[in-house]
């Protein structure tokens, strides 16, 4: 990945489990929201979006962007969210108010 000028990369896993148990208490206050169902999200942060477009061109990120990948991930599909970050807390600490 740094080849693409990519400078992060991270990935979170979804427990079903307390994602279960939130959605009852978050339905109470909030009837209309709902905590997603995505399993697994992978997440890259990069100057520019040509870095994307070269990484998901390359056929070695391609075949293999998650260690035994093809056992549980549909790579035939995705939902890509472009954006960018504001940290507005970090460590106890405002840092944008």
């Known amino acids: 990945m740094n080849k ?3 400078t992060k990369y991270s990935v979170y896993t ?4 307390l994602c ?4 009852g208490d978050l339905q109470r206050v909030r ?3 709902e905590v997603s169902k995505a399993d697994f999200v992978l997440e890259y942060w990069m100057p520019d979006l040509t870095c994307l477009k ?3 061109m390359d056929p070695e990120w391609v075949g293999g962007a998650v260690r035994d990948q093809d056992d549980w991930i ?3 599909k995705s939902t890509v969210h ?3 970050d504001t940290t507005y807390l970090e460590n106890g600490k405002i840092l944008n108010a």
């Open 31 to 33: 009837p209309t929201w």
């Open 82 to 84: 472009i954006g960018y």
């Open 20 to 23: 279960d148990a939130f959605q």
């Open 14 to 17: 979804r427990l079903p489990e």
């Open 74 to 76: 549909d790579m035939s």
């Open 54 to 56: 070269s990484l998901v």
């Open 4 to 6: 693409y000028g990519i």
